[in-house]
């Protein structure tokens, strides 16, 4: 069954530097998702893309947050100068429309460490 | 803005026992769906059953049912015939038919199975 992949599993950093966190969507899905999960908080909605444009964000995308679908495959996730409070759980999600009840598929998740 | 509340941090049950995970949520709409998801340890989080607030009749997924209370804003879980494969991490999600594809979680529930 296919499935959402994300890369890396972990990433450690150091405050102020750039990361990138990447997400292979369901190859015939045309929506994604990023969503992370603070340790202890609950999972928190940050950003939905489709047709190469965000269609939706949440308040915590700032302007230190951007995606990008750099080819046909990868979804990536950037965030340009981190901050401790950035240390969580990132999860990628794809759906394949957006219409009633559809489901959203996650990954795995990359757990990031800014230090 | 909807908040969707999940009052048990861990339950514990006994293998081929039945179990209900508490789900409430907040919301001034009427038009809208409800999702519980499971994540394994160290795995992605999986949809298990789904329902949309038009439907009166509750959702049924084999070994998995809803008890959805529309009027109370209510959407427990249940779980027959526990197995040990059931033990997970399990949230609860709400997601609006008029704003966007966001999914809103609960903080999540910690289901363990007991052989």
């Known amino acids: 069954e296919p499935e959402v992949t994300q890369t890396p599993s972990h990433q450690v950093t150091q405050m102020g530097q750039e990361v990138i966190l990447r997400c292979v969507p369901i190859?015939?899905?045309?929506?994604f998702y990023w969503y992370r999960q603070i340790l202890g908080q609950k999972v928190e909605f940050l950003v939905s893309f489709y047709n190469n444009e965000i269609s939706e964000k949440s308040e915590i995308f700032d302007d230190q947050f951007s995606v990008e679908r750099p080819d046909g495959s990868n979804f990536t996730l950037k965030i340009r100068s981190t901050k401790l409070e950035d240390s969580a759980m990132y999860f990628c999600?794809?759906?394949?429309?957006?219409?009633?009840?559809?489901?959203?598929?996650f990954g795995p998740g990359t757990r990031l460490l800014v230090l | 803005a909807q908040t969707v509340t999940q009052s048990q941090p861990e339950m514990s049950v006994q293998e081929a026992e039945t179990v209900t995970l508490s789900c409430t949520y907040d919301t001034s709409e009427s038009d809208y769906y409800l999702f519980w998801y499971k994540q394994p340890p160290s795995r992605q989080m999986i949809l298990v059953i789904r329902?949309?607030?038009?439907?009166?009749q509750n959702a049924t997924e084999n070994r998995f049912s809803v008890n959805f209370q529309k009027a109370a804003k209510s959407f427990s879980l249940k779980i027959s015939d526990s197995q040990l494969g059931d033990a997970a991490m399990y949230f609860c999600?709400?997601?609006?038919?008029?704003?966007?594809?966001?999914?809103?979680f609960g903080g999540g529930t910690r289901l363990m199975v007991k052989p």
């Open positions: 329902q949309e607030a038009y439907k009166q």
């Open positions: 999600a709400y997601r609006s038919n008029n704003a966007g594809n966001m999914l809103t």
């Open positions: 190859s015939n899905h045309l929506y």
């Open positions: 999600a794809s759906s394949e429309a957006s219409g009633r009840a559809e489901t959203q598929y």
